[in-house]
């Protein structure tokens, strides 16, 4: 389960968020790509923009739920 006190840096502040745990395997980027993406610099993913409607907010879930490490929340500060 993803641990909003170790999140990574460059997520926006919102519901949904990547913590340190990401392994940088592309999931998230394509299942949610208007939500995530990756840090170059760093080798991991992290949410730069909140999802605005509920199709983004499905994506967005969708790719919590397949994880495989359980990187994704969505318990973030509103």
């Known amino acids: ?4 006190e170790d999140k990574n840096p460059e997520n ?12 940088d395997c592309d999931l998230c980027r394509e299942t949610a790509p208007n939500n995530f993406t990756r840090s170059d ?23 919590m739920e397949g994880c495989p490490v359980e990187a994704i929340g969505e318990d973030g500060e509103e």
């Open 12 to 23: 926006v502040t919102g519901k949904f968020y990547v913590d340190s745990q990401c392994i």
């Open 41 to 63: 610099d760093e080798g991991y993913s992290y949410v730069y923009k909140q999802p605005v409607n509920d199709e983004e907010k499905a994506q967005c879930r969708e790719a």
């Open 1 to 4: 389960m993803a641990d909003r």
